[in-house]
């Protein structure tokens, strides 16, 4: 069964630095999308993405934050200067469609630690 | 008002009771509705997605009603296995809104 995959599974970082977290969306999908979880709290909606430009994004995804697609089957997120409060569960997800029924699957997330 | 709301639980519930999760959106201009399953640090997992017919899949019933905004699940027969975090989800044009969850522990 196709999946959704991201690596690395647990990236620690020390504040100030630039990571980039990567994912593999499942490879006919259209939509790719960036959502964090801080321990204990809700899935946060990010960035969504879709024929190569932002589709839509949050009031958390200011400019420390970007998304790229560099080559037609990665899907990255890159955080500029990591804070201690980036520390979270990103989740990649992707679906077929961006409406209509079609759910999103998510990656196994990566774990984002700053210290 | 949040996007999506949930009943904020914990639920404990025993082996073999019925559980019903409740769900409100804002925005009328969403579009489909889903419920995920959360494990303990794992990530979302699709249960089942939602319709205004309403949708039954073994032990568990979805059902939306878009005029009062209002998405359910009922899981009936309860199992240990259950036990998680349960997500009402909204498709809003390329944004995907969670609700922040209501979580379910089944007693043995």
């Known amino acids: 069964e196709p999946e959704v995959t991201q690596t690395p599974s647990h990236q620690v970082t020390q504040m100030g630095q630039e990571v980039i977290l990567r994912c593999v969306p499942i490879s006919n999908h259209l939509y790719f999308y960036w959502y964090r979880q801080i321990l204990g709290q809700k899935v946060e909606f990010l960035v969504s993405f879709y024929n190569n430009e932002i589709s839509e994004k949050s009031e958390i995804f200011d400019d420390q934050f970007s998304v790229e697609r560099p080559d037609g089957s990665n899907f990255t997120l890159k955080i500029r200067s990591t804070k201690l409060e980036d520390s979270a569960m990103y989740f990649c997800a992707s679906s077929l469609t961006g409406t209509d029924g079609t759910e999103a699957f998510f990656g196994q997330g990566t774990r984002l630690t700053v210290v | 008002r949040k996007e999506v709301e949930q009943d904020p639980g914990p639920f404990n519930v025993p082996e073999g009771a019925t559980v019903a999760f409740n769900c409100t959106y804002s925005n009328s201009a969403s579009q489909s509705f889903f419920w995920y399953r959360q494990d303990c640090r794992k990530e979302p997992k699709l249960l089942m997605s939602?319709?205004?017919s309403g949708n039954e899949d073994g032990r568990f019933t979805a059902q939306l009603n878009r005029a009062s905004q209002y998405i359910s699940l009922l899981i009936r027969d309860s199992k240990l296995s259950d036990s998680a975090t349960y997500l009402c989800v909204v498709n809003r044009r390329d944004k995907i809104i969670f609700g922040k969850g209501t979580r379910l522990h089944i007693l043995p």
């Open positions: 939602v319709y205004s």
